[in-house]
């Protein structure tokens, strides 16, 4: 059984910084690609930013300038470094991977359980 793993979230003030990261627990033969979402209270869930496995990223206007996501292929590991946090950005976080899991025979969508980011003074 795959479960991806997220860690990293927590309370910082506006200007700070965060750094999530996510990786699948069980056993996998390959993960396409890796993002992260984000959904605040009383909206829809909507992307933040994603990565391929050939390492091509794509961002939200609202992520761009402010964050990276990055990818460590070796630890079948995604990475979201938050720079500049604002207000706005605070939300639940959630990592999806699309995943082969070892013995499957097609590739499908994970989710995190989700973390929570709260940008406040």
């Known amino acids: 059984q795959v479960q991806l793993v997220e860690s990293g979230g927590g309370l910082v003030q506006p200007g700070g910084a965060l750094r999530l990261s996510c990786a699948p627990s069980g056993r996998i033969f390959g993960i396409n690609t890796m993002a992260w979402y984000r959904q605040a209270p009383g909206k829809q869930r909507e992307l933040v930013a994603a990565?391929?496995?050939?390492?091509?990223?794509n961002y939200a206007d609202s992520a761009k300038g402010r964050f990276t996501i990055s990818r460590d292929n070796a630890k079948n590991t995604v990475i979201l470094q938050m720079n500049s946090l604002k207000p706005e950005d605070t939300a639940v976080y959630y990592c999806n991977a699309n995943v082969l899991p070892y013995g499957g025979s097609r590739y499908t969508d994970y989710w995190g359980q989700g973390t929570q980011v709260t940008v406040s003074s």
């Open positions: 990565i391929t496995g050939a390492g091509t990223t």
